[in-house]
Nanobody
Framework: QVHLVESGGGLVQAGGSLRLSCAAS????????MGWYRQAPGKQRELVAT???????NSVDSVKGRFTVSRDNAKNTVYLQMNNLKPEDTAVYYC??????????WGQGTQVTVSS
């Protein structure tokens, strides 16, 4: 079993910054992809950003230039640095891991609230 523990969410004013962290633990043989999704009230869960084992990243257009995803392979940890936050970034952010073959794992979610 793989467990994901997230931290770093909170309340911030528009234009501010937050850094999310997600550490994976448990029975880990391999991790292919790590990243973040988010779900705003009344909306579907959407991809925010991912990073593969080689360091290549992918992100949704709405966060490009503002959010940066990174990972520490030695610690099985993925980060999301969020700068210039906007009210529309308000959502529950979920850590995501694709590993141990094609298994997917999700964190419990962390709330990010951006006030205008």
């Amino acid at each position: 079993q793989v467990h994901l523990v997230e931290s770093g969410g909170g309340l911030v004013q528009a234009g501010g910054s937050l850094r999310l962290s997600c550490a994976a633990s448990g029975t880990i043989f391999s991790i292919n992809l790590m990243g973040w999704y988010r779900q705003a009230p009344g909306k579907q869960r959407e991809l925010v950003a991912t990073i593969n084992s080689g360091g290549s990243t992918n992100s949704v257009d709405s966060v490009k230039g503002r959010f940066t995803v990174s990972r520490d392979n030695a610690k099985n940890t993925v980060y999301l640095q969020m700068n210039n936050l906007k009210p529309e970034d308000t959502a529950v952010y979920y850590c995501y891991v694709l590993g141990n073959g094609l298994r997917t794992y999700w964190g419990q979610g962390t709330q990010v609230t951006v006030s205008s």
